[in-house]
């Protein structure tokens, strides 16, 4: 079992939202973007992008080395989110995979266990 963290300053991505959206937009998927502005957009990235780098970080740990942006956040219909995909890793169980965020107004975390 593997495990990987982030953790981000809110504030961070309001002031990406401000001065570089073109730059999230890179980042993000259109699911992903699409899922953040029905939301509290700076929130909402700033813990999809600890989810997203909380799955690199459990994915290097078991030997796998792969970029954010291969990393694609979606939600099941009760709001668990989940990784959909993983650019490259076709053959890779994304069942193995457990991933939870949480934010505040200043912060957000994310945790990846992958069991496989």
Known sequence: MNTG????E??????????????????FTEYEWD??????????LAGLWCAKESVVKA????GFSIMIRDVHI??????VPHVQSIGGLNNFNLNSVSLSI????SYAVAVCIISE
Do not use: W
């Not at 502005?37 to 929130?43: I, L, V």
């Not at 949480?102 to 107004?105: P, Q």
């Open 5 to 8: 963290v982030d953790i981000e």
């Open 10 to 27: 809110v504030q961070r991505f309001k002031h990406l939202l401000s001065n570089k959206p073109g730059l999230l937009k890179k980042i």
């Open 35 to 44: 899922y953040a502005s029905k939301k509290n957009s700076a929130q909402t």
């Open 59 to 62: 994915m290097y740990a078991n």
């Open 74 to 79: 979606c939600h099941k219909s009760n709001g």
């Open 102 to 105: 949480s934010h505040t107004s």
